[in-house]
C-alpha cells in the first residue's frame, strides 16, 4: 500500500459527461502529480501541484482541469469526455518536488461510452 | 527530442535467466536524478530505486541491481535469476531542472515477461 488513494476505482460515463477524480496523497508529501496512461501506451504527465499551487504543466487538454486544496488531497476534473479520453489516470504524491521519489494510487480506470 | 531512450519495448526470459533492462538519458545538467519504476499486471506503479548524478556507486538491492554510468548516460537495471513474479512493465526515468524547477522526463517503458 503506498498511502495514496484515489476514488473511484472504476468509472464508466457517456461522452460529453464531466467526471471528477479524486486523490489523496500520502501524510507528509506536498506535491500531487496527475498522470494518463492509454492502454498499451506510457505514461503522459498531467499536472504538478506542490502545497497548493501550479508547478508544471505537461500535455493537459484545455477540457481537464486540476487543483489541490488547503488540506492538500486533488481533484482533477475532466469534462466534455470524448471516447480517447478512456485510460487509466494515475495520482502521484511526493515529499517535494519531482527530484524526490513518488508514490502511486492505484489508479482510476475510465471508461468513456 | 525524447530525453529517455527505453529502447527494449518488450523483453521475454525463462524463469530464473538474468534480464537487464536498458535505459539511456540525455541532459545537459550536472544535478539531476534517475529513477527506475515498476508496473506490475495489477496496474499500481511501485517505486524501485532513485539515484543522484553525484553517486555512481552501483547498487545491488536482493536480485535487483542497477548500474549507473555517467559516462554512456546509462542507468541500466538488471534482474537475477528472474520469477515470474518480475514480469511487469519497468519504466525509467529523469529528473532534471527545468525553468528554476525539476522536471520528469519518463521512458516509454520495457515489458518484461518472465516465463515459467
Known amino acids: 500500500d503506498s498511502g495514496v488513494t484515489q476514488t473511484p476505482k472504476h468509472l464508466i460515463t457517456a461522452t460529453g459527461q464531466r467526471v471528477t477524480l479524486r486523490c489523496s496523497p500520502r501524510s507528509g508529501d506536498l506535491s500531487v502529480y496527475w498522470y494518463q496512461q492509454s492502454l498499451d501506451q506510457g505514461l503522459q504527465f498531467l499536472i504538478h501541484?506542490?502545497?497548493?499551487?501550479?508547478?508544471a504543466k505537461g500535455n493537459i487538454l484545455e477540457r481537464f482541469s486540476a487543483q489541490q486544496f488547503p488540506d492538500l488531497h486533488s481533484e482533477l476534473n475532466l469534462s466534455s469526455l470524448e471516447l480517447g479520453d478512456s485510460a487509466l489516470y494515475f495520482c502521484?504524491?511526493?515529499?517535494?518536488?519531482?527530484?524526490?521519489?513518488?508514490?502511486f494510487g492505484q489508479g482510476t480506470r475510465l471508461t468513456v461510452v | 527530442a525524447q530525453k529517455v531512450t527505453q529502447a527494449q519495448t518488450e523483453i521475454s526470459v525463462v524463469e530464473k535467466e538474468d534480464v537487464t533492462l536498458d535505459c539511456v538519458y540525455e541532459?545537459?545538467?550536472?544535478?539531476?536524478?534517475l529513477f527506475w519504476y515498476k508496473q506490475p499486471p495489477s496496474g499500481e506503479l511501485v517505486f524501485l530505486i532513485r539515484?543522484?548524478?553525484?553517486d555512481e556507486q552501483n547498487e545491488i538491492s536482493g536480485r535487483y541491481s542497477w548500474n549507473f554510468q555517467k559516462s554512456t548516460s546509462s542507468f541500466n537495471f538488471t534482474i537475477t535469476a528472474s520469477q515470474v513474479v518480475d514480469s511487469a512493465v519497468y519504466f525509467c526515468?529523469?529528473?532534471?531542472?527545468?525553468?528554476?524547477?525539476?522536471?520528469?522526463?519518463w521512458g516509454a517503458g520495457t515489458k518484461l515477461i518472465i516465463k515459467p
Open positions: 539515484r543522484n548524478s553525484f
Open positions: 526515468a529523469l529528473s532534471e531542472r527545468w525553468n528554476s524547477n525539476y522536471q520528469l522526463i
Open positions: 502521484a504524491s511526493s515529499v517535494a518536488g519531482v527530484d524526490t521519489e513518488a508514490f
Open positions: 501541484y506542490y502545497n497548493g499551487e501550479e508547478r
Open positions: 541532459t545537459r545538467d550536472t544535478t539531476y536524478y
